[in-house]
């Protein structure tokens, strides 16, 4: 079995991290690493100019590609990837002169695209206002500050908060509570059914179906009165499927009950998850697709939202001077190869992921230009194809990256969709038949809803053919409900 190196395994762990953890890795490397600094213009030097020099223009394999390539019996192309860089009696006077390089290198770049003063205000500003996490506890006492239950009733209410564990359930016991508060267990129940209607839906349940009940007493659907007596009495028939069984006894249709099942599944069992201390809860774009001189889609990655780090100079200097000792020299030198390292991966990381999008998008044109619909299908193994790298190599690109598109932000992952065949040959996407299916239902007539068996006829007279269950799964990943419970007037 093929074991990593510590550096190729964290050079594949950067890869599949999004940018706002990527960046707060670069910032804790920076706190351990001495040698690392951050350039306050990027005049001086980037980690581009350092990854140019020890990765090479001409790679087209990630770190993590020349990693799988190993596990097949092959030498990876990256096998020195463990010692980025080698110190021997040399080691000054090659490290000056690449230092001379990556300056020139860039300050070259730089000439068509200047560096000015307003973007790094612009760079700044967008680190100093990202929010910080929510987390549960503070949430819900922010919102029972704002309640008029008075200030016993309030300490009360901080009692039952304090007691929840982190998926946002009361674990402790009401009675118990009473108890410790010495109060009647009537006031502290009254309390809890006040908290119990804060954000997010479904906190402080004593269990799931108290979760569940919260939940769908807030819901406008039409299916939330039977989705309550399902709830209230039926989840175990429910779990089992048992659509006869349950139609029969709450005098509903089996369609009904199902469409009623589908609205449950959209619960969440665990409310207090949905704020949690994880920065990737939020979308950052990290890929921007622009329209070039040519009128093609292209893309562009915006490398200002990262730290631009290079190896100081004054650690270098301290290696050139005899009066520094042999312990610290040896510290130097392995603090510096691990930051090379770090910034030879961080440039790889763009790399891949600049190689990997482009193709998206190259594959993508008519998407840009007129939306879902001409959404063509994809698959990662087509992909790794064309770039040459492995399927998980795309897989752990396309992980948490997001894209600004002239027709929105999308995840990577979006793009990846299997394909139906039409009657005259070329594939669709699934993506595009379920939005033609969303179309063709929020155009019905309220009086005389589209049937499943409606809807899959009229994709046929378009030349996509799918079954009606296919045309009824679909329906329910978009949340419409069946015919006849979609029937007004």
């Known amino acids: 079995m093929m074991v990593l190196a510590p550096q190729l395994r964290q050079s594949l762990e950067m890869l599949q991290l999004p940018?706002?953890?990527?960046?707060?890795?670069?910032?804790?490397?920076?706190?351990?690493n001495p040698t690392i600094e951050d350039v306050v213009s990027p005049h001086e030097v980037s980690f581009d100019d350092l990854a140019t020099r020890t990765v090479g223009e001409g790679t087209a394999r990630s770190a993590g590609e020349d990693a799988e390539a190993g596990g097949q019996g092959e030498k990876p192309s990256g096998a020195e990837d463990e010692k980025p860089l080698d110190f021997d009696e040399r080691s000054i006077d090659t490290l000056t002169a690449m230092d001379d390089e990556w300056r020139d290198y860039y300050f070259d770049e730089q000439q068509n695209n200047p560096y000015t003063v307003q973007d790094e205000e612009r760079r700044r500003y967008m680190f100093d206002s990202l929010r910080q996490p929510v987390s549960l506890q503070p949430h819900l006492l922010e919102q029972l500050r704002m309640t008029d239950l008075g200030t016993e009733n309030r300490q009360l209410g901080e009692l039952i908060i304090g007691s929840l564990n982190d998926n946002g359930s009361l674990v402790t016991d009401l009675a118990e509570l009473a108890a410790q508060a010495a109060v009647p267990l009537a006031r502290i129940e009254a309390v809890l059914k006040v908290i119990q209607t804060f954000?997010?839906?479904?906190?402080?349940a004593r269990?799931?179906?108290?979760?569940?009940l919260i939940q769908i007493r807030q819901s406008?659907?039409?299916?939330a009165p039977l989705a309550e007596a399902i709830i209230a009495n039926h989840l175990q028939d429910l779990a089992t499927q048992k659509y006869a069984q349950?139609?029969?006894?709450?005098?509903?249709?089996?369609?009904?009950?199902?469409?009623?099942?589908?609205?449950?599944?959209?619960l969440n069992p665990q409310p207090g998850g949905m704020l949690e201390d994880d920065p990737t809860t939020y979308a950052v774009p990290e890929i921007f697709v622009k329209r070039n001189k040519e009128g093609r889609w292209v893309v562009a990655l915006d490398d200002d939202q990262l730290p631009h780090i290079r190896i100081s100079s004054h650690y270098r200097r301290l290696l050139e001077d005899e009066n520094?000792?042999?312990?610290?020299?040896?510290?130097?030198?392995?603090?510096?190869?691990?930051?090379?390292f770090l910034i030879k991966s961080i440039h790889q990381r763009q790399k891949t992921i600049h190689m990997i999008a482009s193709d998206i998008v190259g594959a993508q044109q008519a998407f840009f230009e007129e939306g879902v619909a001409a959404l063509r299908p994809m698959t990662m193994a087509e992909v790794a194809e064309r770039v040459g790298v492995h399927e998980t190599t795309v897989s752990r690109t396309v992980a948490n990256?997001?894209?600004?598109?002239?027709?929105?932000?999308?995840?990577?992952?979006y793009f990846f969709t299997p394909g139906l065949k039409t009657a005259d040959g070329p594939a669709v996407s699934n993506k595009t038949v379920q939005d033609m299916i969303d179309t063709m239902i929020r155009q019905e007539s309220p009086s005389n809803p589209l049937s499943d068996q409606a809807i899959q006829e009229q994709l046929s007279e378009q030349g996509i053919k799918i079954a009606r269950r296919t045309v009824a799964k679909y329906r329910s990943i978009l949340k419409h409900p069946p015919s006849h419970l979609r029937k007004r007037g």
């Open 19 to 32: 940018l706002m953890e990527l960046r707060a890795m670069i910032q804790q490397e920076m706190e351990h």
């Open 199 to 204: 954000d997010p839906p479904g906190i402080a």
């Open 207 to 212: 269990d799931l179906r108290e979760c569940l």
């Open 220 to 223: 406008n659907a039409p299916e």
């Open 246 to 266: 349950l139609a029969g006894t709450l005098k509903a249709t089996e369609d009904e009950v199902q469409a009623a099942g589908d609205l449950i599944r959209t």
């Open 324 to 340: 520094t000792s042999a312990e610290v020299k040896s510290y130097i030198r392995e603090r510096i190869r691990s930051g090379a």
């Open 401 to 413: 990256k997001y894209m600004q598109t002239p027709v929105g932000v999308f995840e990577l992952k």
